[in-house]
């Protein structure tokens, strides 16, 4: 059975600093991955979507994921934090075979310190 | 925006009542899948429907059962209700059956008490 494991559940960076979330996957199949944010008391909004070919995908706000299938990781990065980062972010595998539906992490809770 | 609604944003019912919650998804998009968001559970996949067809299922309830009708908007009853039921409940919506972006409505807030 595919899963996802989101290392760590709260992750806090100052103002300017290096975002690094984690997200290891376990898929039989070459999977399709995906990075959502939630802003409090919102819905969920796509980052980014990996399919198969390049290993390093970009998203939107400045957010890119590097595809690591050696390591099964999809980890999300962001060069300079903004306070507006501040989220939950959530890290989906695809289910398997023809199944459509997303199995999410337990997500990472980002704060943002100025 | 994601271009699918959802209603009601909130709702508040005690035990051992039914509710339904509605989705409208995106233009175009043949897909419907539900989700429920709990503190304890996270975000778990309860079930999709493809251009009105149940497609996937999920850990869904046998209490609860959802439908998707010709122009596309679904439906997702929820009956004898648990104090445990209580959790935001989205809707997603996308183009195809699998693999392809899935887009969130706003949810709905689900209260049991």
């Known amino acids: 059975a595919q899963s996802v494991t989101q290392l760590g559940s709260h992750v806090s960076v100052s103002e300017g600093a290096l975002v690094l979330l984690r997200c290891n996957y376990s898929?039989?199949?070459?999977?399709?991955l995906f990075w959502y944010v939630q802003y409090p008391n919102q819905g969920l909004q796509l980052l980014l979507k990996y399919t198969t070919g390049a290993t390093l995908v970009k998203g939107i706000n400045g957010f890119e994921a590097e595809f690591k299938k050696s390591e099964t990781s999809f980890h999300l990065t962001k060069p300079s934090a903004h306070m507006s980062d501040a989220a939950e972010y959530f890290c989906a595998v695809s289910g398997s075979g023809s199944q459509g539906n997303l199995i999410f992490g337990k997500g990472t809770k980002l704060s943002v310190k100025p | 925006d994601s271009g699918v609604t959802q209603t009601p944003k909130h709702l508040i019912t005690a035990t051992g009542q039914r509710v339904t919650l509605r989705c409208s998804p995106r233009s175009g998009d043949l897909s419907v899948y539900w989700y429920q968001q709990s503190l304890d559970q996270g975000l778990q996949f309860l079930i999709q429907y493809y251009n009105g067809e149940e497609r996937a299922k999920g850990n869904i309830l046998e209490r609860f059962s959802a439908q998707q009708f010709p122009d596309l908007h679904s439906e997702l009853n929820l009956s004898s209700l648990e104090l445990g039921d209580s959790a935001l409940y989205f809707c997603a919506s996308s183009v195809g059956p699998a693999g392809d972006e899935q887009f969130f409505g706003p949810g709905t807030r689900l209260t049991v008490l």
């Open positions: 898929s039989s199949v070459p999977p399709y």
